[in-house]
Nanobody, 121 residues
Framework: QAQVAESGGGLVQTGGSLRLSCAASGRTFSINGMGWYRQDPGKQRELVALITRGGLTKYADSVKARFTISRDNVKNTAYLQMNSLQPEDTAVYYC???????WGEGEYDYWGQGTQVTVSS
């Protein structure tokens, strides 16, 4: 089995920065896309940023120019650098990774437990 775990959330003031990390571990034969999503209570989970194994990225319009996604394929880890944080960025942030656990095995989505990001006004 494979696992995905987030870290780095916390409380920050408006305009501040945080860096989230997402580490994949266990049977990670190959990892394709990795992404960050967020969810407020009572709302749907929404995409924040995606990155392919080759480094291509995609961002939600609301975070472009403020957030940067990156990854280290050796460490099987993705990062989300969040700058100029606003109260509306408050949410639980989840990491997703498309992982194959063995040769010839298909890729499946693995999710972390989430990390809380709170931006105070």
């Amino acid at each position: 089995q494979a696992q995905v775990a987030e870290s780095g959330g916390g409380l920050v003031q408006t305009g501040g920065s945080l860096r989230l990390s997402c580490a994949a571990s266990g049977r990670t034969f190959s990892i394709n896309g990795m992404g960050w999503y967020r969810q407020d209570p009572g709302k749907q989970r929404e995409l924040v940023a995606l990155i392919t194994r080759g480094g291509l990225t995609k961002y939600a319009d609301s975070v472009k120019a403020r957030f940067t996604i990156s990854r280290d394929n050796v460490k099987n880890t993705a990062y989300l650098q969040m700058n100029s944080l606003q109260p509306e960025d408050t949410a639980v942030y989840y990491c997703n990774a498309e992982i194959s656990t063995g040769w010839g095995e298909g890729e499946y989505d693995y999710w972390g437990q989430g990390t809380q990001v709170t931006v105070s006004s």
